[in-house]
Every structure is written in C-alpha cells, then in structure tokens.
C-alpha cells in the first residue's frame, strides 16, 4: 500500500489542493499533517445541512436549546452582562468564528500595512498562541526534523518541539556582543542543503530577553531564510509575535519579520502564530491564531483553504473548538473602534518601564561588578547575565532573604519580566539584586 493509499479521501482532496499550489508546501508536511483532514462531511456537515433544511425539528446538534436559545443557568449567566446565551454559550466552529478570523487578519493589515498585497490565508482561531506553536509543529514536523533557534528562547518550545514531537533542536548564538547575530544565524541555516527540510523559530519580541531586531538586522535574518530557501532547501519558518507591537525603540523593526519573508518563495512556507494574549491584555481568555504564507500561493489560494481545514482537523480532533464566548469578546473590542488608542495607552505604561531599566542601570555603574543586562528594546522581559554567582543561586538568596522572584535560566541568566513591576519600583528592584549578588560574593 502506498502512503497516500491509506489517507481518508478527505486527506487526499486537500492534498491534491496543495500540490496543485506548490507541491514543496506538501513535501513540508509532517506523515500527521499530510494524513489530516477536516471531517467535513461528518456530523459537522450534517449539523449545517440541518441548519438550513431541517426548519421543522433539528435533532443534530449536542447543545440544548429552548425556544431557538441555548438552555442555560441563570447563574452561570449572571456573570455575563450584554452577552445573549446564544452569543456566550454555544460552540464556535473548529476554525474559529468568522468575523473574529476576518477582523485579526484586519489587525494584522493595519500593523503590518506591507503586507497589503500579499497573498495569506485566513487566520485560524487557536487555544492560545502555545496552541497555534503546537499545530504548527503537528503540520510540519516528524520525529527527528531539524529545528534551528536561537539559544535565548522560550522554554515551552523544548517541551512542544522536542520533548512533545521529537524533533532535533539546533540552536545559534543569539547574540554577538551588543547585537543580534545574524552572521550566526546565516551560518547554521548555511549548514543545510537542497532537498532538506528545515523548521526555523524566530520570536519577536524575545521572550526572554526583549529584544527586536533592528530593520538591518530583520533584514539579514528575512534574506538569510530567502537565500536558503532558493538554494533549494524546504523552510518552515515560524514566527512568533506573541509580544507584537511593544517596541520601545524606534530603530528596531515595527513590522512583524512574516512581511518580509511571506510568499516570497515557493520553498519558504512562512507561519504567522500571533495572539490576542499579550496583545489585548487577555492573558487568560486563550485566544490565538495561525496564518500561513507560501510563494505560488495566490489570495484565496486553495493551499491556503486546504492549511486551513487541515489546522481546524486538528482542533476538531483535540480541543474540537475554542472558547466562544473569549472569541465574542475579543472580536468585539477590535471592532469597537477604541482598541487602537487603548492599546497604545497600555504600550506606553510598559515603555516607560522599560526606559526605567534602563535608567538605573545607567546610573549604577557599580552594579556592573555583578551582572550585566543582555541588549533589550521591547516586549516583557530584559534579562541579565550574572557574573559572579550563579543565577539559580542568586534565584534562591533573592527569594529567600528579599522576597523578590526573577527566573533563572540555565546557570548564567536571570530574566526579568519589568511588565508586572511598577515604574516606582524599578530601581529598587535592582538595588535589591544587587544586594543579594553582594551577599554572595
Ligand atoms: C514567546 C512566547 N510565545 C508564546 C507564548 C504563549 O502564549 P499563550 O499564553 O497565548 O499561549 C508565550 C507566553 O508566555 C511566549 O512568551
């Protein structure tokens, strides 16, 4: 039996779409996501058939309803002012609520106005953007794929990527000195050769060390993956904007880095995982999206269509759908013509601390006998690399002694997250660290 032979026929039509489109974006695909589907001619279609055609009883659906309403507890609807139960209750589709999907993808157009012309599918609506991580690690990755990223990372991804799907991870030198080394990165990807597949992560804002390239250095990073890609060697490039918009800097890039390498390859498929998370304040409410770019790929391209129904097969097969009533909520404050400003005013209050950061380690010099910050110019964190002591030792004493809490990560750095500190209380924070680095030494 040949592979494709034991795909559901579902599978095999959407396979066919991508390979019409660009048959490397299918050559992409993980054994999982060349085997997925969505089950559309299952329950689900039946249950909308019926929605349309079964105007005397709908017996299709798992919910209850009363009077065309979802039944619901009054007291479970007390805490829910100016949502119908329909509005609050019901399931969303697997793929997430229309007008949620149609109003990101307005988002993503109005921060990112250079990718005006170019051709990327509907956002779907994911559990959070650790979920979006997730799908798109099931799409593109078998046991054994090559993942490059850089050592500064967020450590979820070791759990997702190599603990979860048994990937090999690859790291590079994040940075060089005072800047982000792309000649580093330039260099690893140098290493693979046409015919190869691999999965590259890039997340900007840095979780954990805050920093953004500067728009030379996104453009080293965008041409390093352009130029590998025309070598012949089958990149996934992940880009995770979970702290987009947070730029404390004017010279670093205000665009997401998926403009510049989106559809410019027929061997770069370029994946967008982005969220309401950080970005709205919602940290709880698990709302995320993936999107996906591939040169060949037109608007409306029946890849993208078939990307699409493949990530809603693995939400139907996981989660089976997210969370209606966060969808309703976060798709009405993009259209309620007030996010805009009001994300701005929050960005500012984070801005200013991070300009407080770097104030006091300005003005205390001294405090460069025990630790140095690792370059920051946005997002949540900045981190600092501890010289004299170890950082989970430092960790212990400054929990210990100061009740302060950072996070160490490995033997050397600390992270900070200055966006759950107060302004005020910035300069003494680090007085404190130093304290606690004296008491050490
Ligand atoms: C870099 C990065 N990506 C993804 C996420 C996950 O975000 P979510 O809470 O939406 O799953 C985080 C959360 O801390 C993060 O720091």
């Not at 997925?36 to 019926?50: D, M, R, V």
């Not at 599918?121 to 991580?133: D, K, R």
């Not at 009740?403 to 966006?419: K, N, Q, V, W, Y």
Request: charge should be negative.
């Amino acid at each position: 039996m040949t592979e494709s032979t034991m795909f559901n026929e579902l599978a095999i039509a959407l396979n066919d779409q991508i390979q019409a489109v660009n048959p490397v974006a299918y050559e992409m695909l993980s054994a999982l996501g060349k085997r997925i589907y969505f089950p559309s001619k299952g329950i689900l279609s039946q249950s909308a058939e019926a929605r349309t055609l079964a105007k005397k009883f709908n017996a299709t659906i798992g919910t209850a309803l009363s009077n065309h309403q979802a039944m619901c507890l009054p007291c479970v609807m007390d805490s829910l002012p100016g949502f119908s139960p329909n509005d609050a209750l019901l399931y969303a589709p697997s793929y997430g609520q229309k007008p949620l999907r149609e109003a990101w993808k307005a988002k993503i157009l109005h921060d990112n106005p250079s990718l005006a012309d170019v051709p990327f599918s509907l956002p779907v609506v994911t559990n959070g953007l650790s979920q979006a991580l997730s799908l798109a690690g099931d799409l593109f990755l078998d046991p054994g794929d090559s993942i490059l990223i850089p050592n500064m990372v967020w450590d979820n991804y070791l759990l997702n990527y190599s603990e979860r799907l048994q990937a090999n991870l690859n790291f590079f030198p994040f940075f060089l000195q005072s800047h982000l080394n792309t000649e580093a990165f330039a260099e690893a990807l140098s290493g693979y050769s046409a015919g190869q597949k691999v999965f590259v992560i890039l997340n900007f804002p840095n979780n954990p060390t805050g920093y953004t390239p500067l728009e030379t250095e996104a453009q080293a990073l965008a041409d390093a993956l352009l130029k590998t890609a025309e070598r012949g060697v089958k990149v996934v490039a992940l880009i995770d904007d979970a702290y987009y918009g947070l730029f404390f800097d004017p010279a670093c890039q205000q665009e997401s880095l998926f403009c510049k390498i989106a559809g410019k390859s027929r061997n770069l498929m370029a994946i967008k995982a982005d969220a309401a998370t950080k970005e709205c304040y919602v940290w709880g409410l698990r709302v995320g999206f993936l999107s996906f770019a591939i040169g060949g790929a037109e608007a409306d391209s029946p890849l993208f269509t078939a990307l699409e129904a493949k990530t809603a097969g693995l939400i139907r097969a996981t989660v089976s759908n997210c969370s209606a009533l966060s969808q309703k909520i976060i798709a009405k404050a993009l259209t309620s013509g007030k996010f805009y400003e009001q994300r701005a005013e929050n960005v500012a209050i984070m801005h200013e601390r991070c300009n407080a950061v770097m104030e006091t380690l300005a003005a205390h010099p001294e405090y460069g006998e025990f630790f140095v910050a690792y370059p920051f110019n946005s997002g949540y964190f900045m981190c600092l690399k501890i010289l004299k002591t170890t950082a989970p030792k430092l960790r212990r004493v400054l929990l210990d002694r100061y009740a302060t809490g950072g996070i160490a990560m490995g033997e050397t750095d600390l992270r900070l997250a200055f966006s759950c500190v107060e302004k005020e209380q910035i300069p003494e924070l680090f007085e404190t660290i130093y304290l606690a680095c004296k008491d050490l030494s």
